[in-house]
């Protein structure tokens, strides 16, 4: 049974910093892709940041650029997100999504087969 489950959420100020978790378990060898999304109150789940588990390529929304990063520990079989310079509008619950269905778009939330409980990120000004 495959299973994912984020940690390290939590309420921090502007300019702060947060790293968060995604123990993963269960068949994880054909993943090719993992991310991180992250909802808003009233708004759509958006992609964030997207790893490739095979290369370590990374992507992310400009949103983010310069200040998040993407990374695996493939022996711990997790994934991170470690959050610098927080603004008030990184504000969400953050999910870890992982088995991108072949052939879709990564910042598709629909695309992912699997999905962790999320954690929750507040930024204070």
């Known amino acids: 049974q495959v299973q994912l489950v984020e940690s390290g959420g939590g309420s921090v100020q502007a300019g702060g910093s947060l790293r968060l978790s995604c123990a993963a378990s269960?068949?994880?060898?054909?993943?090719?892709?993992m991310a991180w999304f992250r909802q808003a109150p009233g708004k759509e789940r958006e992609g964030v940041a997207l790893?490739?588990?095979?290369?370590?390529?990374?992507y992310y929304v400009d949103s983010v650029k310069g200040r998040f990063t993407i990374s695996q520990d493939n022996a711990k079989n997790t994934l991170y997100l470690q959050m610098n310079s927080l603004k008030p509008e990184d504000t969400a619950m953050y999910y870890c999504?992982?088995?991108?269905?072949?052939?879709?778009?990564?910042?598709?939330?629909?695309?992912?087969?699997?999905w962790g409980q999320g954690t929750q990120v507040t930024v204070s000004s």
């Open positions: 790893i490739y588990t095979n290369s370590g390529g990374t």
């Open positions: 999504a992982a088995d991108l269905r072949y052939g879709r778009s990564w910042n598709d939330p629909d695309a992912w087969n699997y």
């Open positions: 269960g068949y994880t060898y054909s993943w090719y892709k």
